[in-house]
């Protein structure tokens, strides 16, 4: 796997809604402004990700981000008891060389909205780890920046100690690429354009 290129990606993360293509409601959005602090730990044997960020209206949010079952979590605070956070638009850099692997996952779009409001999806089951995430828009020092406007097909695939979540997608460009999230790295990897005539099924 190591010989397939590592891409930039921005990813979309989305825990509690189905969606058939991202979207965010504008009373709901936050966006980012600067990431404040940001740091690992392992927690019970899990590895999380804790960020304090300003938002572009001045707000200050605490996010956590849980590796192993990519699901962010919005901190308690005073600012918003009872909320939670969803639809978050995360950019993974390419290179690895940052203080911390933090440093590389940076939240950039998501929604805080009441806990209320899940009521009405208790009842569902959680989404599969591939369901969690899934690229939104790529870039690598081949192809430019390319938005994502259908995935094909998606399937998760166990390998020894971490986990491959595996994409094929429709870009803008009208091209298909097999895409791959290799969890424990936290690295996106392009693995081949591939021909739509090879698509028994649309």
């Known amino acids: 796997m190591n010989t397939f290129p590592i891409i930039e990606m921005l990813a979309f993360y989305s ?4 969606l058939e293509k991202p979207s965010w409601r504008s009373a709901c959005t936050r966006q980012l402004h600067r990431v404040r602090s940001c740091h690992c730990k392992t927690d019970g044997g ?3 990700s804790y960020y304090s960020i300003e938002t572009k209206s001045g707000e200050i949010i605490d996010l956590e981000y849980n590796e192993e079952e990519l ?3 919005l901190v308690p605070s005073d600012s918003y008891p009872d909320h939670v956070v969803d639809k978050v638009l995360v950019l993974i850099k390419r290179h690895k060389h ?3 692997r933090a440093h590389r996952v940076i939240p ?3 929604e805080i909205f009441p806990e209320s409001e899940l009521h009405q999806t208790d009842n569902r ?3 599969a780890l ?3 995430v ?3 828009r790529f870039q690598s020092g081949k192809i430019p920046s390319s938005q994502i406007i259908k995935i094909v097909t998606r399937h998760l695939e166990n390998v020894m100690v971490t986990k491959h979540l595996h994409y094929v997608v429709e870009t803008d460009q009208h091209r298909f690429f097999h895409l791959v999230y290799i969890l424990d790295e936290a690295d996106w990897r392009l693995m081949n354009e591939v021909d739509e005539q090879f698509f028994f099924v649309k």
Not at 15 to 18: F, I
Request: aromatic letters at 20%; glycine letters at 0%.
């Open 15 to 18: 825990r509690y809604q189905r």
């Open 46 to 48: 899990v590895r999380k």
């Open 71 to 73: 699901v962010w979590n």
């Open 98 to 100: 940052t203080p911390s």
């Open 108 to 110: 950039y779009r998501f």
């Open 125 to 127: 089951p959680a989404p």
């Open 130 to 132: 591939a369901q969690r």
């Open 134 to 136: 899934e690229p939104f």
